[in-house]
């Protein structure tokens, strides 16, 4: 997947931007405050749907205006364009648009554009709370395979209703036998969630331990362990998961109705990033953690393009801070050879003197961008 032209309107610090990209890495260079990582939250958006730095897009649109707008063209293996079109006002909300088409669950988009963001706000998957590695695998496995994405759909809502009716039985407004559908259908989308997860994990393994080798020139055990409510790796089936899924929800019945929620299942899954069998949140260093987050972006990306066929657009917003010159070297000489379409932010962009070939160098200043090279 290329970006091959990008437009923005009243995003952030930009009043109006046009770029029209023809290289596969995109450097964009500044000072503080200029506006990079604002466009990379743009591409991001015609991705995702949603930010990654705010949940309300009230925050992005540019201060003292209504709206903002980001349209994004876009080249499909190699051939097909299509455009995007996401429009945000204060007013109306968001709305987007497919090739002038108004797109009507947002949910149908994710997986057109697949990208793949490492920022800032990634440090959260190391040191923050398991939500946040949830999203994270989340929005990998949603990226290839819809299927999924509607599970988690319904495992919200389902679990939305459960625990209404949960409440509803602690105060003797209903049955507990009123649980069973809510199990079974609770059953049936957790299990299918929990094998994705478990094997996109299994599959992303190898992959980070070799970037994460090749970056920091060790040999470490790098590892992501999946941890569940009970060992999915020992289970594999979705039926069995299934049934054990059902008989502990079953055994912990009197406490989900003493707390009025579901104290078990996939919506409390967490992922544990391991160096060596230690815990890389506790004995990390600083640049070993950057270095195992860049590993398993390009984990991410190699993956994806395996399973869909098409490769990712990378957004690396400032990602070298923390790292030593040799590693950087090590980062830029992988983002060569990997060929995805890559956005880079750096306040440096004397980092990249080592021999990249097909780039282009973009400048900003102020909310304006002018391409250099
Ligand atoms: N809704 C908004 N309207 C106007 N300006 C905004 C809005 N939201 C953020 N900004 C400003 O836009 C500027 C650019 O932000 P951005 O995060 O893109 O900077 P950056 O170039 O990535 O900087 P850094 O190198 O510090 O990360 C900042 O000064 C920020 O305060
Ligand atoms: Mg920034």
Known sequence: MKLINLQ??????????????????????????????????????????KSFRVNDDRAIVNSGNEFYEVRGTFRKNLKNTFNIRLFFSINEGKHLFLEQKKVKTF???????????????DL???????????KFIDILISQIDPLYLQALKQLIRILKNRNKLLSMIKEGGQKEEALIPWNLQLAEHASYVCLKRHEIIEEINPLIYHFYKNVSGRNEKIEIKYKSFFDVAALKEKEVIKTLYLKKLDEVKERDINYTTTTIGPHRDDLIFFKDDALIKIFGSQGENKTFLISLKFAEAVLMEKRIDEKPILLLDDIFSELDLTRIQKVVENIQQLQFQTFITTTNAEKFDSGLSDVGLWHVQNGQVHYEA
């Open 8 to 49: 923005v309107k009243n995003f952030r610090n930009i009043k109006q931007l046009t770029l029209n990209i023809t290289k596969n890495i995109n450097i964009i260079y500044g000072g503080n405050a200029q506006g990079k990582t604002s466009i990379l939250e743009a591409i991001y958006l015609l991705g995702i749907t």
């Open 107 to 121: 949910s149908e988009m994710i997986g057109k554009v697949p990208v793949i963001l490492l920022s800032l706000e």
């Open 124 to 134: 959260e998957l190391t040191y923050g709370s398991p939500s946040f590695r949830r």
